[in-house]
């Protein structure tokens, strides 16, 4: 009688609860806008209004296009809210330019339609029939320049949910786990994916291709670099998991963003700050995580604290069997409390085919565990150091007398030095102009500038 009584309770939460929603927008009629061009309008309500101002709106989460485009540069602000809130009713707002809907000289509908592909892309779920649609028009522009100025996207008219609610979601995914379904990672890996793309994009796959090679690792605790230009490098650590999340070794993340927005002379070695966690069987968490940790930070820095992270997550977490850091090419601040690690620590180095700094090289030698970049995998767990290693085009030797690699060409390496700050600084100038940018340091209490230095000026941090 219990096993009928189980199997009903799985076939109920498998068919009731995983319910597909009735959509609002078929893909018949996103794909052939102008064909469906009525029963696309019969979906909305039609609003005018002179002018859009989301910052004036409560309990609304608004997603920017921008004048004539459909892309949404900037989906955090949606993700960072969603798991707490119902969604009451979308409103995708356009300027009303020219006033004569024949001068358009944008095809509406299809314009519409791509928008609202974006969203749905971002979070199908909006795409509900139980969702209330409206189209909103500014009235308030005279000229293109005028359009230009108003605000153009999608506008989320949401509630918070209660403690009930929240307790009720909660236990019908624990439902689902204990009937046997598979977590759903397809939100988690959607929201990654623009991550990366909003942060400039994959620019090589190097992190990928070293976790794909050492599927091996198992229980690893993941100490991930999150400042400025790793953003797109480190996220290909989750996208990894996500996509080989039945087999993924990784149990633990932790995220350091090398002290918040502190400034440099705050710094101090081992207390600078700045580290997240996060458990891999909470992806939603994870990412919540990781969106916080990169808020919080500044970026542009050059040294880094990677050992006081690792030391900061061995604590954290201690029935780990791997210790992995996915590092980047600069400066370790704290190199000397290498000594301190007392357990084998797997480098993966971040866009480390062109050049290698040995900090990170030796961090794995000194500590007996393995370096990894793109294209090797060089080991250091069995005892035995090669004095001679050649990786990325450099060649380093090892100094027994400093027990550590050197560069053996000195001049190479005071070029990869100068190399390296100028990639850096380069970097944080192209980050500034993309849209993960402007979700940065949102939670620092005048974390820079002027108020900044007034603030700490007068001790009010």
């Given at each position: 009688?219990?096993?009928?009584?189980?199997?009903?309770?799985?076939?109920?939460?498998?068919?009731?609860?995983?319910?597909?929603?009735?959509?609002?927008?078929?893909?018949?009629?996103?794909?052939?806008?102008?064909?469906?061009?009525?029963?696309?309008?019969?979906?909305?309500?039609?609003?005018?209004?002179?002018?859009?101002?989301?910052?004036?709106?409560?309990?609304?989460?608004?997603?920017?296009?921008?004048?004539?485009?459909y892309?949404?540069?900037?989906?955090?602000?949606?993700?960072?809210v969603?798991?707490?809130?119902?969604?009451?009713?979308?409103?995708?707002?356009?300027?009303?330019?020219?006033?004569?809907?024949?001068?358009?000289?944008t095809?509406?509908?299809?314009?519409?339609?791509?928008?609202?592909?974006?969203?749905?892309?971002?979070?199908?779920?909006?795409?509900?029939?139980e969702?209330?649609?409206?189209?909103v028009?500014?009235?308030?522009?005279?000229?293109?320049?005028?359009?230009?100025?108003?605000?153009?996207?999608?506008?989320?008219?949401?509630?918070?949910?209660?403690?009930?609610?929240?307790?009720?979601?909660?236990?019908?995914?624990?439902?689902?786990?204990?009937?046997?379904?598979?977590?759903?990672?397809?939100?988690?890996?959607?929201?990654?994916?623009?991550?990366?793309?909003?942060?400039?994009?994959m620019?090589?796959?190097?992190?990928?291709?070293?976790?794909?090679?050492?599927?091996?690792?198992?229980?690893?605790?993941?100490?991930?670099?999150?400042t400025?230009?790793?953003?797109?490098?480190?996220?290909?650590?989750?996208?990894?998991?996500?996509?080989?999340?039945?087999?993924?070794?990784?149990?633990?993340?932790?995220?350091?963003?090398?002290?918040?927005?502190?400034?440099?002379?705050?710094?101090?070695?081992?207390?600078?700050?700045?580290?997240?966690?996060?458990?891999?069987?909470?992806?939603?968490?994870?990412?919540?995580?990781?969106?916080?940790a990169?808020?919080?930070?500044?970026?542009?820095?050059?040294?880094?604290?990677?050992?006081?992270?690792?030391?900061?997550?061995?604590?954290?977490?201690?029935?780990?069997?791997e210790?992995?850091?996915?590092?980047?090419?600069?400066?370790?601040?704290?190199?000397?409390?290498?000594?301190?690690?007392?357990?084998?620590?797997?480098?993966?180095?971040?866009?480390?085919d062109?050049?290698?700094?040995?900090?990170?090289?030796?961090?794995?030698y000194?500590?007996?565990?393995?370096?990894?970049?793109?294209?090797?995998?060089?080991?250091f767990?069995?005892?035995?150091?090669?004095?001679?290693?050649?990786i990325?085009?450099?060649?380093?030797?090892?100094?027994?007398?400093?027990?550590?690699y050197?560069?053996?060409d000195?001049?190479?390496c005071?070029?990869?030095?100068?190399?390296?700050?100028?990639?850096?600084?380069?970097?944080?100038?192209?980050?500034k102009?993309?849209?993960?940018?402007?979700?940065?340091?949102?939670?620092?209490?005048?974390?820079?500038?002027?108020?900044?230095?007034?603030?700490?000026?007068?001790?009010?941090?």
């Amino acid at each position: 009688m219990f096993r009928t009584l189980t199997l009903c309770l799985s076939l109920f939460f498998t068919t009731f609860l995983v319910a597909e929603p009735i959509v609002r927008f078929s893909k018949d009629l996103l794909d052939n806008p102008k064909k469906h061009a009525k029963e696309i309008e019969k979906l909305f309500k039609i609003q005018i209004t002179k002018k859009v101002n989301p910052a004036f709106l409560k309990n609304t989460t608004a997603l920017e296009n921008g004048y004539s485009k459909y892309d949404i540069p900037n989906a955090e602000p949606w993700y960072q809210v969603k798991e707490g809130v119902q969604v009451l009713e979308v409103s995708l707002v356009f300027s009303k330019y020219p006033k004569d809907f024949n001068f358009w000289q944008t095809n509406y509908y299809e314009l519409l339609a791509n928008r609202l592909k974006t969203l749905f892309d971002i979070d199908p779920e909006l795409n509900d029939m139980e969702v209330k649609y409206n189209l909103v028009l500014e009235t308030e522009c005279e000229t293109e320049e005028d359009a230009k100025k108003l605000f153009h996207g999608f506008l989320i008219k949401h509630r918070p949910l209660t403690k009930k609610e929240l307790k009720e979601r909660e236990a019908q995914r624990a439902a689902l786990i204990a009937a046997g379904a598979p977590p759903d990672y397809s939100g988690v890996k959607r929201r990654i994916d623009r991550y990366m793309k909003n942060a400039g994009g994959m620019l090589d796959s190097s992190v990928y291709k070293a976790l794909n090679r050492n599927k091996q690792w198992e229980d690893a605790l993941v100490v991930i670099d999150w400042t400025s230009s790793m953003y797109q490098y480190s996220a290909q650590c989750l996208a990894w998991h996500i996509d080989y999340a039945d087999t993924s070794g990784i149990k633990y993340f932790a995220f350091f963003n090398d002290g918040d927005a502190k400034w440099e002379y705050e710094k101090k070695l081992g207390e600078t700050g700045g580290i997240y966690f996060g458990s891999s069987d909470n992806m939603n968490k994870v990412v919540r995580v990781f969106s916080m940790a990169m808020r919080k930070g500044l970026g542009g820095g050059m040294p880094e604290n990677d050992v006081e992270a690792i030391l900061k997550s061995m604590e954290k977490y201690t029935d780990f069997k791997e210790l992995i850091l996915i590092g980047d090419n600069s400066v370790i601040r704290d190199f000397d409390l290498w000594d301190q690690i007392k357990h084998p620590v797997r480098v993966i180095l971040a866009d480390g085919d062109w050049t290698v700094n040995p900090q990170y090289l030796n961090l794995a030698y000194l500590t007996g565990g393995s370096f990894h970049t793109g294209v090797g995998d060089w080991n250091f767990g069995d005892g035995r150091a090669d004095t001679l290693l050649k990786i990325s085009g450099m060649e380093f030797v090892l100094d027994k007398e400093l027990n550590l690699y050197v560069c053996k060409d000195k001049e190479q390496c005071r070029y990869m030095d100068l190399e390296l700050a100028a990639r850096e600084k380069k970097n944080l100038e192209e980050l500034k102009n993309k849209p993960i940018y402007r979700t940065m340091h949102k939670d620092n209490m005048g974390g820079g500038g002027f108020k900044g230095w007034w603030r700490r000026l007068w001790g009010k941090d």
